[in-house]
């Protein structure tokens, strides 16, 4: 069974930064793009960033600049490093690994992330 998961998430101040970590247990990682993705409380689920199979990333415009995402493809982990947190950053963010050959895609549950004014 594949599974996703999430880790790093917590309160931080304004201003401050956070890293969230993305491991699964697909088979062959490196033929996988994986999604960062976020709910704010009370809105809909938002597309964050991806990172490609052959590393290159693209961000939504609210996060340029600020958010950067490396993949380790034999640990079959995605980092999303986040700096200079907003409290409009405050969200649920999600992981979403989507296999670029078997057209499978596969969620994580989640991690919170608070930002304090």
């Known amino acids: 069974q594949v599974q996703v998961a999430e880790t790093g998430g917590g309160l931080v101040q304004a201003g401050g930064s956070l890293m969230l970590s993305c491991s699964t247990n697909?088979?062959?990682?490196?033929?996988?793009?994986v999604n960062w993705w976020r709910q704010p409380p009370g809105k809909e689920r938002e597309w964050v960033a991806r990172i490609s199979a052959d590393d290159e990333s693209v961000y939504v415009d609210s996060v340029k600049a600020r958010f950067f995402l490396v993949r380790n493809n034999p640990k079959k982990e995605v980092y999303l490093m986040m700096k200079n947190l907003k409290p409009e950053d405050t969200a649920v963010y999600y992981c979403h690994c989507v296999d670029t050959v078997g057209h499978g895609h596969y969620w994580g549950p989640g991690t919170p992330v608070t930002v304090s004014s």
């Open positions: 697909v088979g062959v990682f490196s033929d996988y793009y």
